[in-house]
Protein backbone atom coordinates (compact mmCIF):
# COMPACT_ATOMS: atom_id res chain seq x y z
CA UNK A 1 0.00 0.00 0.00
CA UNK A 2 1.40 3.23 -0.91
CA UNK A 3 2.77 5.52 2.18
CA UNK A 4 1.90 9.27 2.02
CA UNK A 5 3.71 12.07 3.52
CA UNK A 6 2.34 15.94 3.77
CA UNK A 7 4.63 19.01 4.07
CA UNK A 8 4.75 22.70 3.55
CA UNK A 9 1.50 23.92 6.27
CA UNK A 10 1.60 26.32 8.60
CA UNK A 11 0.24 29.90 9.36
CA UNK A 12 -0.71 32.71 7.05
CA UNK A 13 -2.21 35.81 6.70
CA UNK A 14 -5.49 36.02 4.43
CA UNK A 15 -4.67 36.90 1.34
CA UNK A 16 -1.53 35.08 1.78
CA UNK A 17 -0.17 31.89 -0.30
CA UNK A 18 1.11 28.19 0.89
CA UNK A 19 2.34 25.33 -1.08
CA UNK A 20 1.81 22.02 0.25
CA UNK A 21 3.39 18.75 -0.84
CA UNK A 22 3.23 14.99 -0.79
CA UNK A 23 5.17 12.69 -1.85
CA UNK A 24 4.33 8.86 -2.10
CA UNK A 25 6.25 5.62 -1.28
CA UNK A 26 6.39 2.53 -1.34
CA UNK A 27 4.68 2.20 -5.13
CA UNK A 28 6.18 2.12 -8.27
CA UNK A 29 6.94 5.23 -10.96
CA UNK A 30 4.11 3.63 -13.63
CA UNK A 31 1.55 2.73 -10.62
CA UNK A 32 2.08 6.26 -9.06
CA UNK A 33 1.94 7.97 -12.81
CA UNK A 34 -1.78 6.13 -13.06
CA UNK A 35 -3.04 6.53 -9.41
CA UNK A 36 -5.47 9.67 -8.81
CA UNK A 37 -4.24 11.76 -6.62
CA UNK A 38 -6.04 14.18 -4.00
CA UNK A 39 -6.35 16.85 -1.63
CA UNK A 40 -9.05 16.79 1.30
CA UNK A 41 -9.31 18.77 4.30
CA UNK A 42 -10.94 18.87 7.72
CA UNK A 43 -11.55 21.28 10.44
CA UNK A 44 -13.00 20.17 14.09
CA UNK A 45 -16.46 18.58 14.02
CA UNK A 46 -16.75 18.12 10.62
CA UNK A 47 -16.58 15.67 8.15
CA UNK A 48 -13.87 15.89 5.56
CA UNK A 49 -14.24 17.49 2.31
CA UNK A 50 -12.45 17.22 -1.20
CA UNK A 51 -10.80 19.53 -1.97
CA UNK A 52 -8.91 18.77 -5.80
CA UNK A 53 -7.36 16.21 -7.38
CA UNK A 54 -5.58 15.47 -10.47
CA UNK A 55 -6.50 12.03 -12.60
CA UNK A 56 -4.88 10.70 -15.68
CA UNK A 57 -7.19 10.18 -18.94
CA UNK A 58 -5.64 8.57 -21.57
CA UNK A 59 -1.84 10.40 -22.15
CA UNK A 60 -3.00 13.54 -20.08
CA UNK A 61 -3.61 14.97 -16.39
CA UNK A 62 -6.75 16.81 -15.72
CA UNK A 63 -7.32 18.60 -12.43
CA UNK A 64 -10.62 18.68 -10.79
CA UNK A 65 -11.23 21.02 -7.89
CA UNK A 66 -14.56 21.83 -5.58
CA UNK A 67 -15.72 25.31 -5.80
CA UNK A 68 -14.40 26.34 -2.75
CA UNK A 69 -11.04 25.84 -4.73
CA UNK A 70 -11.54 26.76 -7.95
CA UNK A 71 -9.84 29.94 -8.85
CA UNK A 72 -7.66 29.85 -6.24
CA UNK A 73 -6.09 26.70 -5.47
CA UNK A 74 -3.56 24.72 -8.20
CA UNK A 75 -3.48 21.17 -7.79
CA UNK A 76 0.06 19.77 -9.63
CA UNK A 77 2.20 16.22 -9.96
CA UNK A 78 5.54 15.50 -10.58
CA UNK A 79 5.20 11.67 -11.34
CA UNK A 80 9.09 11.16 -11.60
CA UNK A 81 9.19 12.52 -7.85
CA UNK A 82 6.02 10.91 -6.72
CA UNK A 83 4.94 13.69 -5.68
CA UNK A 84 2.06 16.14 -5.56
CA UNK A 85 1.49 19.45 -5.06
CA UNK A 86 -1.56 21.94 -3.54
CA UNK A 87 -0.88 25.43 -4.66
CA UNK A 88 -3.06 27.98 -2.40
CA UNK A 89 -3.17 31.07 -3.00
CA UNK A 90 -5.90 33.82 -1.74
CA UNK A 91 -6.15 32.19 1.29
CA UNK A 92 -9.03 32.41 3.84
CA UNK A 93 -10.19 32.20 6.99
CA UNK A 94 -12.22 29.57 6.12
CA UNK A 95 -9.25 27.31 4.51
CA UNK A 96 -8.08 27.07 8.09
CA UNK A 97 -8.02 23.19 7.85
CA UNK A 98 -6.44 19.55 8.08
CA UNK A 99 -4.85 19.04 4.82
CA UNK A 100 -4.58 15.69 3.10
CA UNK A 101 -3.30 13.98 0.67
CA UNK A 102 -4.82 11.25 -0.46
CA UNK A 103 -4.45 8.35 -3.56
CA UNK A 104 -7.07 6.31 -5.21
CA UNK A 105 -7.43 3.59 -7.52
CA UNK A 106 -6.28 4.14 -11.00
CA UNK A 107 -9.32 4.62 -13.27
CA UNK A 108 -11.17 6.23 -10.90
CA UNK A 109 -12.38 9.21 -11.87
CA UNK A 110 -13.85 10.46 -8.37
CA UNK A 111 -13.90 12.98 -5.83
CA UNK A 112 -15.58 10.58 -2.94
CA UNK A 113 -13.74 10.27 0.06
CA UNK A 114 -14.12 6.08 -0.01
CA UNK A 115 -12.81 6.11 -3.64
CA UNK A 116 -9.47 6.56 -2.02
CA UNK A 117 -7.83 3.92 -0.03
CA UNK A 118 -4.48 5.48 0.94
CA UNK A 119 -3.97 8.78 2.83
CA UNK A 120 -1.89 10.61 4.37
CA UNK A 121 -1.69 12.17 8.06
CA UNK A 122 -2.31 15.71 7.41
CA UNK A 123 -1.07 18.92 7.92
CA UNK A 124 -2.50 22.03 9.29
CA UNK A 125 -3.06 24.97 7.90
CA UNK A 126 -3.89 28.04 9.88
CA UNK A 127 -5.16 31.12 7.95
CA UNK A 128 -5.17 34.39 10.87
CA UNK A 129 -3.81 37.86 11.15
Avoid at 99 to 106: E, F
Wanted: glycine share 10%; proline share 3%.
Amino acid sequence: QVQLVESGGGLVQPGGSLNLTCVASGVTFDSFASTPMAWFRQTAGKDRTFVAATWRVGIKYYPYYADSARGRFTVSRDNALKSVYLQMEMLKSEDTAIYYCAAGTPGAYSHREDDFGSWGQGVQVVVSS
